[in-house]
């Protein structure tokens, strides 16, 4: 899996592997709790961005494509995870489940476009904490939040609610902190949306009901991207609801096409 796919809690035996994308400025430790919660249910990967971390002084990703292209080439390409066995080589790939939060989301969506596309489309696909892509992004000041100053980006920061205070307030971590949230918002921000036919994997939306930056209605909007089924769990929170409601969200994913494909035989 190279540099870009952590395993945390490792489940080979589950019937399908969950593909985890961070939030903008995040890192694979972001989801290390969801990862514990949903072992054993689902394999749970997630995704390692450049430029963070044990890989800090790469270059940040620059285009939403870069990383959909780097991902789907690191997935194992096998169920079983050890090669040299004779059924490894006969196996067909382990169903793929994708869950993406804020501009996790966005590659997500993008990654489940290119496995459909390619003849292998997801089991389903999980949105968090992002409006639907083909709704126009809102902009929250008066120019974009990567040209923002550090002051005004770390405000931004301390409204979603997603970095502590201290950490936010330490001279010493913030240039640590912000290069990575204002590349991401860069890429975000750049990211062109292309219309295109919609998914037929389920669609599982999910969203705080006191996001300062994403509207319910337009979370609900993501059932347009597909023709498959469509569900929406609205969860007392702001944008990063998720870490209040971890035991509520594995039971999603368990009660989804992923969660019920159960072990592989």
């Given at each position: 899996?190279?540099?870009?796919?952590?395993?945390?809690?490792?489940?080979?035996?589950?019937?399908?592997?969950?593909?985890?994308?961070?939030?903008?400025?995040?890192?694979?430790?972001?989801?290390?709790?969801?990862?514990?919660?949903?072992?054993?249910?689902?394999?749970?990967?997630?995704?390692?961005y450049p430029g963070r971390q044990e890989r800090y002084g790469e270059p940040f990703a620059e285009r939403t494509d870069e990383?959909?292209?780097?991902?789907?080439?690191?997935?194992?390409?096998r169920s079983d995870s050890t090669p040299t066995a004779p059924a490894a080589r006969t196996s067909p790939p382990a169903p793929i489940a994708l869950f993406g939060h804020s501009m996790g989301a966005v590659l997500a969506f993008e990654t489940a476009r290119r496995m459909t596309a390619a003849g292998r489309p997801p089991v389903a696909l999980f949105v968090s904490g992002r409006e639907a892509p083909s709704l126009p992004w809102r902009p929250v000041a008066d120019r974009p939040v990567h040209e923002m100053s550090d002051p005004e980006l770390v405000d931004?920061?301390?409204?979603?609610?997603?970095?502590?205070?201290?950490?936010?307030?330490?001279?010493?971590?913030?240039?640590?902190?912000?290069?990575?949230?204002?590349?991401?918002?860069?890429?975000?921000?750049?990211?062109?949306?292309?219309?295109?036919?919609?998914?037929?994997?389920?669609?599982?939306?999910?969203?705080?009901d006191a996001d300062p930056r994403v509207e319910v209605e337009g979370v609900r909007a993501w059932e347009s991207e597909t023709s498959g089924d469509f569900s929406c769990h609205v969860l007392a929170g702001g944008h990063f609801f998720l870490d209040s409601h971890l035991s509520y969200v594995a039971k999603v994913i368990a009660a989804s096409p992923a969660g019920r494909s159960g072990a592989t035989p």
């Open positions: 899996m190279g540099d870009w796919i952590r395993s945390f809690h490792p489940a080979p035996a589950a019937g399908t592997r969950l593909l985890c994308f961070p939030h903008a400025g995040g890192s694979a430790s972001a989801y290390f709790a969801l990862s514990a919660a949903v072992s054993g249910t689902v394999d749970p990967m997630v995704v390692q990383i959909v292209d780097a991902v789907l080439a690191a997935l194992p390409g931004e920061m301390r409204k979603l609610s997603g970095t502590t205070n201290e950490l936010l307030s330490s001279p010493e971590l913030l240039p640590l902190i912000l290069p990575p949230v204002r590349a991401d918002y860069r890429l975000l921000e750049t990211h062109v949306h292309r219309t295109g036919p919609p998914l037929g994997c389920p669609v599982v939306a999910l969203t705080g």
